[in-house]
């Protein structure tokens, strides 16, 4: 997104010139473009996509993609050797998320008053060669339709974690991600949106951005100097994401700014999450964010996520501003509302609250609790999963591990490493569920006083299940390879015979659910309604009572 679009009309005088200059031979080429006779394969009907910098001319099985000759302000294209240079940046660096769309650089020659693409003769322009997608593939379009699930969510999350865990991390500029130039980026958007919609942006979302700046100031800090600040995609919205048999690709990232591509990845994952809140898909982001912490454990990109969806929002409606300069005033302002309501339900007050799972092994609440969260849009803490991670975007092994690994002071620590997990969660404002055992007193105390401390509410959720069936459970999944539980036969005897039932007080915040239904009813809003009730019960609001052990 450029931080400062300038009319045509206030330009200088030397960058009008400089674009009327490019401009000598633009129409001729462009009219070529759009004909069939340029390509040497077949083109049939040629579409032309124009957007602020480039133009795309959909021929055959080919897309092909050229820089205008323009400068907007944020970026010169005025120079032959700038666009040259741009094209060959859009192709490496899409290459690393859609190598399968991104084919190559081509040039388009000039023979006499004739164009054509990739053949002898006068350059006269390059272009971004692309192999043609399904547009209906696109995630908007598969939204739109009422298409768009888990399991494209999943694979988003997949793809884009393995691309944050591998992505470049020395920026070409220390500034980069700073808290400095985080809160410079907020500012200049807020300015600008002021500006535009003649100051009717409401005061109290350029306040939150600037409170919320100087208060996530450590946060940034911490997020930069831990090497978070990585060459990522940097405009990847809905619309820049497609489906491809199972997998999704990730296309027409930010190649133009530095700046704009060389952020802390929970600002690119904020993106698609936003992107899915403006289209009430609340429960697919939660799923994308679900996945996408499952599989890096970055936990700590939690407190700054909500700070960037705002900034994405905004300038999403600063965008719908610009688009609309030509029309009565109050145009802009109604396409930009969607989003500026949407920034004002992420700043309002968040209501947090804690939820702990209660089981033995096989009794489903890791099935069961996956999908609560999406329905919910908390924070789901795997046991099983932070028990094998050493660190953030370190690779999940899931062979078993040593015995010493379950010894009870082993146990405990992990259980002290969830404890901290949980209230960074909380601390960020996200409702947390932890998806343990519990079958302990003394740690469901150390959480229910981890509640107190932070006046949230907490629940017990006690999933449970015929004997014979959490037998055949555990006994499937010692059987399946490349699970992340090591729970065998033996461990379910143990946690049968030593299991410390819940005291009078924590039956008070416990809801129980029988496990023993379709996969499908975990989906369910009917299937969680008791639990749903007591969230939304007035005390649910009030520092719990539950036991300390």
């Known amino acids: 997104m450029p931080a400062h679009f300038s009319p045509a009309h206030q330009r200088p005088v030397h960058r009008r010139q400089r674009e009327r200059l490019a401009q000598r031979g633009w129409r001729a080429l ?47 294209f005025t120079q032959a050797r700038a666009r040259e240079r741009a094209c060959a940046d859009e192709f490496r660096l899409n290459r690393r998320l859609a190598r399968e769309i991104y084919r190559g650089v081509v040039s388009i020659t000039r023979r006499g008053g004739s164009y054509r693409v990739a053949t002898t003769g006068e ?13 209906q593939e696109i995630f908007k379009a598969l939204q739109a339709r009422g298409e768009l699930g888990f399991a494209e969510m999943d694979a988003l999350a997949g793809q884009l974690a393995a691309f944050h865990r591998r992505s470049s991390r020395t920026p070409p ?25 003649g100051a009717r942006l409401p005061a109290r979302i350029s306040a939150w951005c600037g409170s919320e700046g100087q208060r996530l100031a450590g946060h940034f800090a911490a997020r930069h100097a831990g090497g978070f600040v990585r060459e990522s995609h940097g405009d990847l919205h809905l619309d820049n994401i497609v489906r491809c048999g199972k997998r999704v690709l990730m296309f027409d990232c930010i190649e133009f700014d530095d700046a704009l ?21 609340q429960d697919l982001a939660a799923r994308l964010l679900n996945g996408w912490l499952q599989r890096t454990g970055d936990f700590a990109a939690l407190p700054v996520l909500r700070y960037y969806m705002v900034y994405r929002a905004l300038v999403r409606a600063l965008v719908a501003v610009l688009k609309t300069r030509d029309q009565p005033p109050d145009e802009g302002l109604a396409r930009a ?22 089981g033995y092994s096989g009794s489903g609440k890791s099935v069961a609790s996956e999908a609560l969260v999406s329905l919910v849009g908390a924070v789901r803490l795997s046991s099983d999963i932070e028990r094998k991670r050493g660190r953030p975007f370190a690779p999940i092994d899931s062979r078993p591990l040593p015995a010493e690994a379950y010894t009870h002071d082993s146990i405990d620590r992990h259980y002290d490493l969830l404890l901290q997990l949980a209230q960074q969660v909380l601390l960020a404002g996200y409702p947390a569920l932890v998806d343990a055992t519990f079958l302990k007193s003394a740690h469901r105390a150390r959480f229910a006083a981890l509640a107190r401390s932070h006046g949230v509410p907490v629940f017990l959720l006690d999933f449970h299940a015929r004997v014979r069936q ?59 309604r008791k639990l749903l009730r007591r969230l939304c019960e007035p005390e649910a609001a009030a520092p719990p009572e539950v036991a300390s052990g």
């Open 470 to 528: 959490l037998e055949q459970r555990v006994q499937a999944r010692a059987a399946a390879s490349h699970t992340e539980s090591d729970a065998g036969p033996l461990v379910l005897i143990r946690q049968l015979a030593n299991e410390e039932p819940l005291s009078a007080e924590e039956m008070q915040r416990t809801v129980s659910f029988d496990t023993e239904v379709p996969l499908a009813d975990f989906g369910r809003l009917d299937y969680w």
């Open 337 to 358: 509302m969607p989003y500026l309501n949407l920034v004002e339900r992420m700043i309002a007050p968040q209501r947090p609250y804690l939820l702990l799972c209660h």
């Open 261 to 281: 591509r060389w952020i802390d990845i929970a600002s690119d994952l904020s993106f698609p999450l936003m992107d899915l809140h403006a289209c009430g898909r």
């Open 30 to 76: 462009d009219r070529a473009m759009q004909r069939p006779s340029t390509y040497r394969h077949p083109a049939g009907r040629i579409r032309r996509i124009e957007t602020h910098i480039s133009v795309v001319y959909l021929a055959g099985r080919y897309a092909y993609k050229l820089k205008k000759r323009v400068n907007p302000g944020f970026v010169d």
């Open 173 to 197: 500029r220390a500034v980069f991600g700073s808290a400095a130039f985080v809160q410079e980026q907020m500012q200049t958007v807020v300015e600008a949106l002021r500006r535009e919609t």
């Open 123 to 135: 350059v006269a322009e390059h272009a971004v060669l692309m192999r043609r997608f399904d547009e």
